[in-house]
Each structure stands twice: as C-alpha cells, then as structure tokens.
C-alpha cells in the first residue's frame, strides 16, 4: 500500500501554518508563522491585518514546510485545509492555496473544520490512541465538550453560551494590564498567586447541562476591580489572576469529568490554546486518576493552532472516502 502524503494548510485566525505529514499521524514538518507581534498593538486579532498577513507569508510557509519535510510538490498526494470556522478573509487565503495545488498536481482535497484539528492533535501526539473518548476543546473562539464515538463520529455534549474559556482569559490579561494573548501571562501570574484569595462565582447552569458560561465570572472580575480601585485599596493581580483561573478551571474540570462518567469512557483528551494551561492540566489530571480515568493531551506547540492536525482529519476523512470538491468555500461559523 502507497504511503499517502498530504499538504494541510491553516489560516482561520492568526497562525499561518502549513504541514507535510505521511499517513496522517507522523508530521514530517509543521510550520507556523504567528501574526502575534501585528495584532499585539491592537490588543486582540484584527480580521483585514490577518487577511493581509497570510496572503504575505502564504508561499513561504509551504516553500519552508516542504523543505523541512525534504520533499516536493510531486511527492504530494493529498491535499488539506481549514474552510471553518474562522475568519472568512483568513480562511480564503490558505483554501485558495490548497485548491491550486490540489488543481495543480490532480490530487485529491479535504477540506477540514478547525475544532476537529484540535481533537486530533491527540493523535498525532499519542499514536497509539483511538476513539472512543471525552474531549474538552477550549480555545480562543471556541469551548465544546465532545463525545467522539469513532473517526467522523461526534456528539456536542455541551458549549458555551457566551465568551470561549481562552477569550475569557484574554479579555481578563486585558484589564490586568497582561497584553495579548493572555492565557499564558495568566497562567505565569497565577503561580506566583493564591488562587482561594477571591471567591469568583462559578456557572454551572441548570442541573446535568454540560455548557459553560464565563460572562458572568468576567463581570465579577471586573466588579471586583473596580470596587477595590474606589475603595483605594491596593490590588494583587497575582491573587486575582490566581483566583479566576481557579473558578475557569474549576467547571471545566467537573463537566468534563461527569461527561465521561455519563459516557462510560474510561479515555480523557484536552485540545486547544487553552490546553497549554497548566493549572487545567495539573488538576485535570488529579481528578481523572481519582475516577479511573486517563488523560492525554498535546504537546504546546500542538495545542495551539497548527496544519499538522488539520492535516490528521484530513488523512482519516480521506481513508474514509470524503473528497472535497474545487467549488468548496471559506464557512465562517461552521459548526462540529
Ligand atoms: O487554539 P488557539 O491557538 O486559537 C483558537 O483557535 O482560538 O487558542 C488561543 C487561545 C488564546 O485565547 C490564549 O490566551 C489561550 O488559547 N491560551 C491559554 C494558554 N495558552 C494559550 N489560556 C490559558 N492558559 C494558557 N497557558
Ligand atoms: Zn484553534
């Protein structure tokens, strides 16, 4: 059986990336440009910057990747890309380009969604794992906790109805003065902080719902800030970065652990930008081994976006016998 190289191509958001990768689940290359420094003034991702930036570094990233990877475009057999959900503009850019080469060489495409990447980062960073499995997807667009009974096979148990867990954690490294993006400066702030100083309000919802809802958490942050500055008190951003991270964890936590438990699957797997976050990982883990559960997750680098796992969803739809056809756009808000 001929090996199957593909070319996978992402560009939803701030990340151009592009990766070889031979059946699927080994990356012979994984090339991430980061547009961080041009959004970093505007304090978050601007759409028409991004559109630009991944036209400007498109042809570079696939030149570098194939050079990593020590092949050519006639060594490609199949072609992968992000067509949701994203921002359109950014998305357009790394499609078109997978479609030309698809056209190109006559090589089949698979256009892919985003958050199943992120699932299967796991993949790629664990050969041995297979379906079926609980996944907490949290990022900066997006918070889903998802049942995936085999390759292709998913139930949305539960998201969220207001901001996405790493969105919260932006717009509260915001108002702390942290910069862009804030997950990790909270996550290092945290560590030098007592995260039971300030009892935040966690949202659990109506009883037995797996969704989140971190707007109203966001709020008491900001309260909390603004009532203390009034009141001239000094204020610990370490507690407080300590203490909000622990109330976003906290729920994440407890949904994904009672969602395997309705389930009965013994596996655990994190993906997404939020992943990285080591207080979610550190207690993720403790809460797993009491209820006899395993918890994998991706290295860093994985977690966050990359074309190697768009690559991995593309090679199992592929298998599959899914193609996409040349006439495929750019979907926004495509959902799992
Ligand atoms: O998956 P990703 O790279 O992009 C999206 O698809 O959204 O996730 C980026 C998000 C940002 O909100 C960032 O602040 C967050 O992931 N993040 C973290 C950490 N590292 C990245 N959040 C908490 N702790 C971290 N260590
Ligand atoms: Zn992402």
Same mark, same amino acid.
């Given at each position: 059986k ?38 970093q ?14 036209i ?56 892919v ?17 297979e379906?079926?499995?609980?996944c ?8 889903? +906790? $998802? ?7 998913? *139930?949305?148990?539960? &998201?969220?109805?207001?901001? /996405?867990? @790493?969105? =919260? ?82 729920? +994440? $936590? ?7 438990? *309705?389930?009965?699957? &013994?596996?655990?797997?994190? /993906?997404? @930008?939020? =992943? ?12 797993a ?13 994985l ?6 796992m ?20 750019g ?6």
């Open positions: 001929e090996d199957i190289i593909t070319l996978a191509i992402e560009s939803s958001c701030d990340e151009t990336s592009v990766s070889v990768l031979k059946n699927g689940r080994t990356v012979l290359s994984n090339i991430i440009a980061s547009q961080i420094e041009q959004h003034k505007f304090g978050g991702v601007v759409p028409e910057v991004a559109s630009r930036q991944h400007e570094s498109i042809n570079t990233v696939i030149k570098e990747a194939l050079e990593e990877a020590n092949v050519t475009f006639e060594d490609i057999t199949h072609v992968a890309a992000t067509y949701g959900p994203g921002l359109v503009g950014a998305l357009l850019v790394g499609l078109s380009a997978a479609k030309a080469i698809a056209f190109a060489r006559g090589i089949p495409l698979n256009g969604n985003h958050i199943e990447g992120h699932i299967y980062a796991n993949f790629i960073q664990h050969k041995e794992l379906p079926p499995f609980i907490l997807i949290v990022s900066g667009g997006h918070s889903h +906790l $998802v049942y995936m009974k085999d390759y292709g096979e998913y *139930e949305v148990l539960g &998201k969220t109805r207001d901001d /996405a867990a @790493g969105e =919260a954690f932006d717009k509260i490294a915001r108002v702390l003065g942290l910069g862009y993006p804030g997950g990790p400066q909270i996550d290092k702030l945290a560590t030098k902080g007592n995260k039971r100083a300030i009892a935040f309000p966690k949202a659990y919802l109506e009883r037995g719902s797996y969704d989140f809802s971190f707007s109203g958490l966001k709020s008491s942050v900001l309260n909390y800030l603004n009532t203390e500055k009034m009141k001239g008190n000094p204020i610990a951003i370490e507690d407080v970065a300590a203490s909000f991270q622990q109330a976003v964890v906290e729920i +994440l $936590v407890e949904k994904t652990i009672a969602c395997a438990m *309705e389930k009965s699957v &013994k596996q655990i797997t994190l /993906a997404g @930008g939020v =992943a990285a976050n080591s207080s979610l990982r550190g207690l993720l883990q403790q809460e081994e009491k209820h006899g559960l395993s918890l994998k997750y991706p290295s860093l680098k977690c966050t976006d990359n074309a190697a768009i690559g991995c969803v593309g090679y199992y739809d592929y298998i599959r016998g899914y193609r996409s056809t040349l006439d495929l756009n979907v926004p808000n495509l959902k799992i």
